[in-house]
Structures are given as C-alpha cells and as structure tokens.
C-alpha cells in the first residue's frame, strides 16, 4: 500500500482536467509578454486581488524575494516574523540579492501589534539602517496555517504609510486564508502593497507563483524577475494550470481544513502527542513530540516506516498538510495509525 504522504500540499500531482489544459494551452515567447495564456492569467489574479498588474514567476520564493528588491535598496533593513518563510526557510535570501538585513519581531501566529512595529521601525539616523518595508505572511506556516485578519492588515499598512514604509504580503497561502476566514482576496490586498501568491500548493498546479501590486511595481518587478533568472519562454503551458486551478480547485479548499481538523482532533487524544487547537485554522497540523519522550527525528522515522508520511516543523515537532490528493479516508487511516503507534 502507497505511503499516505503528508509532508506537504506541494507533492499534488495535476489531475487529468488540468493536464488537458495544459496541453490545449496557446503558448507564445513571455519574455516579449507574447504568451496569450500567461497575460489572461495575470489579468485575472490582478482583477481578483483589486491592483493594476500581475507578474508569473516560477516560485514563492522568487515573488518574495522580488518583491523584497523591488521595495528596498542596499542597507535597508526589513521588519519580518520571526518564524516566517522569508526569515526562516529563503536561505537568507534579502541580504544575498537585496543587501538588506531583517530585523526578526515575534509576532503572535504572524501578528504583529502596532506597538510591536513602532518598536521595531528604527529612528531616522545616517548610521542606521532605514526601515523600508514590513513583510507579513498569510497563512503563517510555522504557526500551523493561522490566519492574519484582513482587519489587522489593514491597520498594519495604515502603519507603514504614515511612517512611508510599505508592506508586502507573502500569500503563499492566500487561497486558504480566504476559504477559512470568507474574505474575498481584495480585503487581504487592501492591506499590503505588494502581494505573492502561489499555484502550486493548496491548488495543485505543478508550478507557478504570481506577484501583484500597481503597475509602475511590476514594471520593476519584471526587471529583476530576469537578472534573478525567472525570465520563462512559453510558459502558457504552466500558466494554464494555473488558470484550471482557480476555476476548480479554490472552493475545495474547505475540504483540505476539515481534513486537517479532523486528524489534528485525533492526534491531540494521541497519548505522546499535543496539538495547539487554536492554531488549526486552515489545512496544517502540528504536533509537539515531546511527552512521547522521543527526538523529532525518531517519531518521523517511525512514522514513515508504517506508511505515513510528514515533516519536522519547529524545534520538536512534526507537521502535517491535508491537501487534494489525499482523501478523508486516507486521513483517517493515517490518524488510526498514529493512535496505534502512541
């Protein structure tokens, strides 16, 4: 019997509609903005997140990282959580390529209060660094998924614009965020300048990230998408995934959080196991190893040799991601396993 994967909701694989669309898609040269297919897409996500332009990139990482260059200039210091991806898992990304530095603050499951901002947002002094941008993550992953308000975004930027710094919304995961909270994806733009979005997660195309702000930004962006080596040929072949993945794949979502809800309820009565409840708002669950007496390590290890597979996430925990190609049965045989093992 095949593992039941959870590592990630990156490991989908694209269903035969959206193989179809791919192979179907009118493709041309997107270096000279000629691929009809990545242009309908950009329109598209622009229209939905309420901002001038769009721009298709191949990864999350790039779009942050873009966004980050975008907004910033050398010595420039940007204000991140600090348990997000961009400080965490982008391998210091903003000071290879931006020559910024990041000034971590530990927000509570990402948010952060004004307080903790005015704090953070250093005096204006030529020997410091100038305060050019706040970075905020939707769903924020190491806090298993939670949710950032649109409300405490918007108060966020209000923020940043009376200080002249802006923000920029890593929404990687953005798409759940709307389906947990029924936000409509502009309610999460108002609060950000420059948004990323991905594909290639909880809407299971195979590749594919997108940036979105006003025009004169992505007239920028598409500069540094080129010296960052993201400049892509015909490339409607991934973009008409993507668009497949926003037509069948976004109100399905639902499906994925009561899966995570589900399994995180069976793990928490899991003797050896302890899930933070509150944090499981979308499709993550993390599972604090330690009352099993075991290394993070060994759990993962025992899981995987009796066919379940996930992730390590903080310092002693295990992560799980529900996602379309594992079912609810799948979970439900994934959590028996785990209740027979602890």
């Avoid at 509609?17 to 009118?26: N, R, S, T, V, W």
């Avoid at 901002?51 to 990139?57: G, M, R, T």
């Avoid at 009561?258 to 050896?272: D, H, I, V």
Wanted: one cysteine or more; aromatic letters at 6%; a neutral charge.
């Amino acid at each position: 019997m095949d593992a039941i994967d959870l590592r990630s909701d990156t490991v989908t694989k694209p269903s035969r509609g959206m193989l179809e669309a791919m192979m179907k898609a009118d493709v041309g040269d997107d270096v000279f903005g000629e691929d009809p297919t990545v242009n309908a897409l950009q329109a598209r996500v622009a229209r939905l997140f309420g901002k001038d332009d769009a721009l298709f990139v191949p990864s999350g990482t790039m779009g942050n990282e873009i966004c980050i260059k975008v907004h910033t200039e050398p010595g420039d210091e940007i204000i991140v959580d600090a348990d997000s991806h961009i400080f965490v898992y982008e391998t210091a990304a903003p000071s290879l390529l931006s020559g910024v530095q990041m000034s971590p603050v530990k927000g509570n499951r990402g948010v952060f209060t004004v307080e903790q901002l005015k704090a953070a947002v250093r005096a204006r002094a030529y020997y410091l660094p100038a305060t050019k941008l706040i970075c905020v993550e939707n769903t924020h992953g190491r806090s298993g998924g939670s949710v950032v308000p649109a409300g405490t975004l918007r108060a966020i930027r209000e923020f940043a614009a009376a200080e002249k710094i802006k923000v920029h919304l890593d929404g990687a995961r953005i798409w759940n965020a709307c389906a947990a909270s029924g936000a409509d994806p502009k309610e999460f733009a108002g609060g950000a300048d420059s948004i990323s979005v991905c594909f290639s997660k909880g809407l299971g195309a195979p590749i594919g990230s997108m940036i979105v702000g006003d025009a004169d930004f992505i007239e920028r962006a598409r500069r540094y998408r080129k010296i960052f080596g993201g400049g892509m040929r015909q490339v409607g072949v991934l973009a008409a995934a993507a668009l497949y993945a926003l037509d069948h794949n976004i109100e399905r979502l639902k499906e994925d959080h009561a899966k995570a809800r589900y399994l995180a309820g069976e793990l928490n009565q899991t003797k050896g196991l302890r899930v933070d409840m509150e944090e499981v708002q979308t499709n993550m669950v993390i599972a604090e190893t330690e009352p099993s007496g075991k290394t993070q390590a060994e759990v993962l290890e025992i899981l995987k040799s009796n066919g379940v597979l996930m992730t390590s996430e903080r310092r002693s925990a295990i992560r799980a991601v529900t996602h379309l190609d594992v079912s609810m049965e799948q979970v439900r045989r994934a959590a028996a396993i785990i209740r027979s093992l602890f």
